[in-house]
C-alpha cells in the first residue's frame, strides 16, 4: 500500500512540474526605434522546435518553461535572446540592423534572409536611391552592385539606359535583365516608334521603392527559367507599417548644366585653319586664299555651342502617407518630377501616383491591393546626325555667320538673303564653291519650331489574395494588369528648312500595351524536430502581352498654326502593326537547411513561348544550390574575431527567347508593297521549324564573411556563363532572296571575379565613418559561330571565334610623317604606308569594360551626413566617330575642334594629327582606323551628398517627426583621358545585322551621343 501512494504522489509531482514547465507566455514585439508592432516575428525556444510567428499586432503567445530561453528574430533586425523569467507578458524590442537590411533576398517569389540563401544577390536599399535627382531606376543602380554594367545611351531626360548582369551572353538576342515589380514581370525598355530614345521604366517613381535585389546566379535566376539567363532586377515598392500614422514630403530643387565641354575653334582660329588648309593644297595664291578666305568672316564669332546647350532646371515634390492598424495597412504617394535637358528643345516631367494596401480579414484570408498610377511628357532633340538638331549644329556649324540680328531676333538660316544662305549679302564677296553658310539653317530658329514629343500613360493594378491553409502553409493568387498608351507626335513647320520642300511634315503615333499575369503559389515552410528546416514553393504562371501601333503622317500645311492631320493636303504615310505573344511556367523550388549550417536548394521550372514552334515550345531549366555556414561549426568557435563565414555554389540551366520578335520561328510574309495600284506581298523572314531556346549553364561560388564584430565585411565569388544555342540573325547569301535567318548556333563564354569588401573604421558616440568598395572583372569570348570562323559587324568590329564579343577590327593607324606631315597606316609587313588603300586591318581592343565597380564613404557626425559615390570602369575602348568631323584635316569644311588646332607645321613636328588640306586631298586621313579608337577607362565622382538632421529636441516644439535639408552633385568630377564628351558610353555591341542608329543606341560608337550633365540639386525630407 505504500508503495502505491508512493507512486502516487510521484505522478502527481511530476505532473504539477510539466505543468509549471508548459505555462502559456505572451507578449508583443516592437520596434525599439518608433515602437510600431512587428508583424512575423519569429520566437522559437532556444533548443527546441517550438516556436510562434508574432500576429499583425506583434503579439504572441506559446507554451515555454520558467528557465526557458526565447530567440526572437525578424528579417532586417538584430535576434534578440531572452529569458522567459516568470513573467507571463513580455514587452520585447528590436534594434534594426543596419547591415542585415541589405542582405534581404527577395527573389519575387520568396523572401529569405541571405545568411540562411545559396544565392548570390545584391542589395540595394532604397534608402540609397529615393532621393537621387535622376528619372530612371536603372541609372542608379551604377556603381551600387559588383558584376552590373550600367551606360547611358543619352543624356536626354527619360532616355533609355542600358544593364548587363555579367556581360554579354547573346549575339541578336536580348541582353537585357528581366525586371521584376512586386513579384510579376514588368515592361521595360523602348515602345515608341518615332522616338529616338525612350524607356518605359522611367515611368517608375524612385521614391515609392523599399528595395532592389539583384539577381545573379543560377540558384535564383533559374527560377524564372526562360527569362533569366540575363539576370533579374526585382523592385519592391514600399507598404505602409502599423502603429502610427505618417506623412512624409519631399521636395528638391536644383539646376544642371553641361558636365565637359568640347571646345570648338572660333571665329579668328577656324578662318587661319582653313586658309593654312588652303595653301596646303598647292593649288591657290596666297591672294587667291584672301579672297576665298577673307579678314572679314572674323567680324562675326558666334559660338553654337553657348546657342545649342543651357542651364537647365530640375525639380522633384512627392508626397506620402503609411500607416494602419491590426487589419490593415496602407502606402499611399504622389510625385511630381520635371526636368529640363542641357539641349535646348528637350526636359522630361512625370506624375506618377500609388495605393498600396494589404488587410487581413481573419487569421486564415488577407489581402494585398498594389495600384499605380503614371503619366510622363517627353520633348526629344533631334537625333545628333542631322543638321537641324542643336547637337548636330553645335558640332558642324561655321561662328562667321551670326544666328540673330541686333535685337535678338533669330534668323531661318536658309531663306535667301539670310544669315546663314548663299545669298547673304556677308558673303557676296566671296566665289560662290567658297562660301560658307548654315548647313540645315539655324537650328535655334528650328527648334522654336518643331519638335517631336511622346506622351506615356501607364497604370499597373496588381492584387494577390492569400489562404493559410495550416501553419506554415499558405496559398497565394495574384493577378497582375499593365495598361500603357503612348502617343507619339512629331511636327515639322514648313517655315523651316527641314520643311519647306514638303510644306511642313506631321506625323502621329498612338501606340497601345498590355501585360497580363496571374500567378498561383504555394509555400510551406516547417520544420522537422529541431535541427531541420524546409521550405517549399510551387507554382504556375501565365502571362500575355499584346501591342499595337498606328501611324500616320501628312504633308503640305499653309502654316504652323493649326497642327492636326486634317490641315494636311496630301497624305504621306499610314503604317500600323498588332504583335502579341503567350508564355507559361510551372516552377518548384525547395530549400533544406540542418541546424542552420547546412543549406541546400534546388529548382525546376518549364516554361512555354508561343515564339518557338510547337515541337519546341517547352522548355526544362534548373539549378542546384548548397551552402555552408562555417562560422557554426565547433572549430570556428575559439576565433573570436570571426563572426560569420559562408561558401556556397550553385549551378543552373536558363533559357533566353527574348529580342527576336514575336514570330521569329515563322516564314513571313510583308503586304505595305503595292504593284501596279494593288496592294503586294512579299517575302522578307525564312521559317524555321527547328526554332529553339538560347540556353545559358551557369557555375557561381563564393565566401561571405565578416569579421571583427561586423566592423569588416563582404563577399568574393567567381562565376563561369556558358551560352549555347545562341539565337542568331545569321547572315545568307543573297541569293536566297533574304538577309538573314534566324538560327541557334554558336556559344559564349562569361567568366568574372566579383569582390564587395565593407567596413566601419571609425564609430563613436558623435562620427561615424563607413566605407564600401564593390568591383567585378568579365572576360567575354566568344566560343563557336556555328561552323564559322568569323562574322562581319559593321566597318569597325568583327565577331570572331575566341576573341571577345564586340572587338574592334579596322585600318591600323600608324601616325603622322615628321617629315612632310602626311598620314600613315600599318602596311603590309608592318612597314609604315601613306597609302589608306594598303592599310592592314587588326584587332586594337574589345568594347566590353573587364572592370567595373563603385566605392562609397559615408560620414555622420552628430546630426551631418556626407556621403561620397565613385564609379569606375576600365579595360574598354569606343570608336570617337565624332573626332572623325572634329578633326577631319581639312576634309570637313564645316567647324573644328580646338584639338585640331595641334596639327602638323614643319618639318620635324612630331604630331599625332596630319597638316590639313582643304577637301581632304584623297588622303583619307580622316576615314575609319584606328586613329579614332579611344581608350574610355574612368573614374567619376558620381554623387556627394551633405545633409543636416534636425535635432529631436527642436522638433518636437515643432509636432514634426524628423526634418533633413540637404544638397546633392550628380556627375561631379571625371576623370578620364577620353576626349569625348563622356567616356560612360553604351559600349554593348549593337548585332551584325542591326538597323539601329549609332547616335541613340551607340554600340561603341560615340556618334553625336546627347551628352551627359552635372546636376545639382537641393532638398528637404518633412516627416509628420
Not at 189 to 214: K, R, W
Not at 545 to 557: E, H, I, P, V, Y
Not at 949 to 968: D, E, F, G, I
Not at 1002 to 1014: E, H, K, L, Q
Amino acid at each position: 500500500m505504500r508503495k502505491v501512494l508512493f507512486l502516487l504522489l510521484s505522478v502527481f509531482f511530476l505532473a504539477g512540474q510539466a505543468f509549471a514547465q508548459n505555462r502559456t507566455i505572451t507578449g508583443k514585439v516592437t520596434d525599439g526605434k518608433d515602437g510600431s508592432p512587428i508583424p512575423g516575428a519569429t520566437i522559437q525556444v532556444k533548443g527546441t522546435s517550438k516556436g510562434a510567428a508574432t500576429a499583425p499586432d506583434g503579439s504572441f503567445s506559446l507554451q515555454a518553461a520558467d528557465n526557458a530561453v526565447l530567440v526572437v528574430s525578424f528579417i532586417g533586425y538584430e535576434t534578440k535572446e531572452i529569458a522567459s523569467g516568470t513573467a507571463e507578458k513580455l514587452n520585447i524590442q528590436l534594434k534594426v540592423d543596419s547591415k542585415s537590411l541589405d542582405e534581404v533576398v527577395v527573389t519575387g517569389y520568396t523572401v529569405e534572409k541571405k545568411i540562411n540563401s545559396t544565392i548570390a544577390v545584391a542589395s540595394i536599399s532604397g534608402t540609397k536611391i529615393n532621393n537621387i535627382a535622376l528619372p530612371d531606376v536603372n541609372q542608379m543602380l551604377q556603381g551600387n552592385a559588383p558584376g552590373i554594367a550600367v551606360s547611358t545611351n543619352s543624356g536626354q531626360p527619360g532616355a533609355k539606359t542600358e544593364v548587363r548582369i555579367r556581360g554579354i551572353g547573346s549575339i541578336s538576342a536580348s541582353n537585357s535583365p528581366l525586371y521584376v515589380l512586386d513579384g510579376v514581370v514588368m515592361s521595360t525598355g523602348d515602345l515608341t516608334q518615332n522616338t529616338p530614345s525612350q524607356d518605359i521604366i522611367a515611368n517608375l517613381n524612385p521614391a515609392d521603392i523599399e528595395n532592389i535585389s539583384i539577381l545573379k546566379d543560377a540558384s535564383a535566376t533559374a527560377l524564372y527559367g526562360s527569362r533569366g539567363s540575363n539576370g533579374v532586377v526585382v523592385i519592391t515598392t514600399k507598404t505602409g507599417k502599423k502603429g502610427q500614422s505618417r506623412i512624409n514630403f519631399n521636395g528638391k530643387y536644383g539646376f544642371q548644366q553641361l558636365a565637359k565641354k568640347i571646345e570648338m575653334m572660333n571665329a579668328s582660329e577656324l578662318l587661319a585653319y582653313q586658309r593654312e588648309a588652303l595653301k596646303n593644297t598647292g593649288k591657290y595664291t596666297d591672294a587667291e586664299i584672301l579672297k576665298y578666305r577673307p579678314d572679314h568672316l572674323a567680324d562675326y564669332n558666334t559660338n553654337w555651342m553657348d546657342e545649342a546647350f543651357r542651364t537647365g532646371k530640375t525639380q522633384s515634390y512627392g508626397i506620402n502617407a503609411s500607416g494602419g492598424n491590426e487589419k490593415t495597412t496602407f502606402y499611399a504617394s504622389g510625385d511630381y518630377f520635371k526636368q529640363q535637358g542641357i539641349l535646348i528643345g528637350s526636359d522630361f516631367s512625370r506624375y506618377a501616383g500609388r495605393v498600396n494596401v494589404d488587410h487581413k480579414f481573419n487569421q486564415k484570408f488577407d489581402l494585398s491591393v498594389k495600384m499605380s498610377g503614371s503619366y510622363t511628357d517627353q520633348r526629344s532633340a533631334s537625333p545628333g546626325n542631322t543638321y537641324s538638331s542643336p547637337l548636330g549644329g553645335a558640332m558642324t556649324q561655321v561662328p562667321w555667320i551670326p544666328s540673330r540680328d541686333a535685337n535678338g531676333n533669330v534668323y531661318n538660316g536658309y531663306l535667301p538673303g539670310s544669315p546663314g544662305s548663299s545669298t547673304w549679302s556677308g558673303i557676296g564677296d566671296i566665289p560662290d564653291a567658297f562660301r560658307p553658310t548654315l548647313q540645315g539653317g539655324n537650328f535655334v530658329h528650328t527648334i522654336q519650331q518643331n519638335y517631336t514629343k511622346n506622351y506615356n500613360t501607364q497604370t499597373v493594378f496588381n492584387i494577390a489574395l492569400g489562404y493559410n491553409i495550416i501553419d506554415g502553409l499558405r496559398f497565394v493568387v495574384k493577378g497582375n494588369a499593365e495598361l500603357t498608351g503612348i502617343r507619339e507626335k512629331q511636327w515639322t513647320s514648313p517655315n523651316t528648312y527641314d520643311g519647306r520642300n514638303n510644306g511642313g511634315a506631321l506625323y502621329n503615333v498612338n501606340t497601345n500595351a498590355g501585360l497580363y499575369t496571374t500567378q498561383q503559389l504555394l509555400t510551406y515552410n516547417f520544420n522537422v524536430g529541431k535541427d531541420h528546416s524546409i521550405r517549399l514553393l510551387a507554382g504556375n504562371e501565365y502571362s500575355y502581352r499584346n501591342l499595337s501601333w498606328t501611324m500616320a503622317s501628312k504633308n503640305m500645311f499653309p502654316n504652323s498654326d493649326l497642327q492636326v492631320p486634317n490641315v494636311g493636303a496630301v497624305a504621306a504615310d499610314v503604317l500600323g502593326q498588332e504583335n502579341n505573344y503567350a508564355f507559361h511556367g510551372i516552377l518548384a523550388k525547395a530549400d533544406y537547411d540542418y541546424k542552420a549550417k547546412y543549406f541546400l536548394s534546388g529548382s525546376f521550372r518549364r516554361d512555354g513561348s508561343s515564339r518557338f514552334p510547337k515541337d519546341s515550345r517547352y522548355g526544362n531549366f534548373y539549378s542546384v544550390g548548397a551552402a555552408w555556414r562555417i562560422t557554426e561549426e565547433n572549430f570556428t568557435k575559439s576565433i573570436g574575431w570571426l563572426n560569420d563565414l559562408k561558401l556556397r555554389a550553385s549551378y543552373g540551366i536558363m533559357g533566353n527567347a527574348e529580342g527576336l520578335g514575336d514570330y521569329p520561328y515563322m516564314g513571313l510574309y510583308s503586304f505595305n508593297g503595292a504593284y501596279n495600284g494593288v496592294a503586294a506581298g512579299y517575302a522578307n523572314q525564312p521559317a524555321n521549324p527547328a526554332l529553339s531556346w538560347e540556353k545559358q549553364n551557369l557555375f557561381d561560388v563564393g565566401l561571405d564573411f565578416s569579421i571583427f564584430n561586423k566592423r569588416v565585411y563582404g563577399s568574393i565569388g567567381f562565376y563561369d556563363k556558358r551560352s549555347s544555342a545562341l539565337l542568331m540573325q545569321l547572315p545568307l547569301s543573297m541569293t536566297t532572296g533574304y538577309d538573314v535567318m534566324n538560327l541557334n548556333v554558336g556559344k559564349m563564354l562569361n567568366q568574372g571575379f566579383e569582390i564587395t569588401l565593407g567596413a566601419i573604421p571609425v564609430s563613436t558616440k558623435d562620427f561615424q565613418w563607413s566605407t564600401d568598395l564593390n568591383f567585378a572583372t568579365l572576360r567575354n569570348r566568344v566560343l563557336s559561330l556555328g561552323g564559322l570562323q568569323f562574322i562581319p559587324a559593321g566597318t569597325r568590329q568583327r565577331i570572331e571565334v575566341g576573341r571577345a564579343y564586340g572587338s574592334w577590327y579596322m585600318p591600323l593607324w600608324y601616325g603622322v610623317d615628321p617629315e612632310t606631315g602626311s598620314p600613315l597606316w600599318v602596311g603590309p609587313n608592318g612597314v609604315p604606308t601613306k597609302n589608306v588603300g594598303e592599310a592592314q586591318r587588326g584587332y586594337v581592343g574589345q568594347a566590353l569594360p573587364k572592370i567595373t565597380g563603385g566605392f562609397t564613404n559615408k560620414f555622420n557626425y552628430k546630426e551631418f551626413d556626407l556621403s561620397i559615390f565613385i564609379t569606375f570602369s576600365a579595360g574598354n575602348k569606343a570608336y570617337n566617330y565624332n573626332r572623325m568631323n572634329l578633326e577631319s584635316d581639312g576634309a570637313n569644311l564645316r567647324n573644328q575642334s580646338k584639338d585640331a588646332l595641334g596639327y602638323w607645321k614643319q618639318k620635324g613636328d612630331i604630331s599625332d594629327r596630319p597638316k590639313p588640306i582643304y577637301g581632304g586631298g584623297g588622303t583619307g586621313s580622316s576615314g575609319v582606323s584606328s586613329r579614332y579608337l579611344e581608350d574610355v577607362s574612368y573614374a567619376r565622382v558620381r554623387n556627394v551628398t551633405l545633409g543636416y538632421t534636425l535635432p529631436k529636441r527642436l522638433l518636437t516644439n515643432m509636432k514634426l517627426q524628423s526634418l533633413r535639408v540637404y544638397a546633392q552633385a550628380e556627375n561631379l568630377l571625371t576623370f578620364t583621358g577620353y576626349k569625348g564628351w563622356d567616356p560612360d558610353i553604351n559600349t554593348n555591341p549593337l548585332s551584325p545585322n542591326s538597323t539601329a542608329s549609332i547616335a541613340t543606341t551607340n554600340g561603341g560608337n560615340d556618334a553625336w551621343r546627347y551628352p551627359t550633365a552635372r546636376v545639382i540639386t537641393f532638398g528637404i525630407n518633412v516627416g509628420l
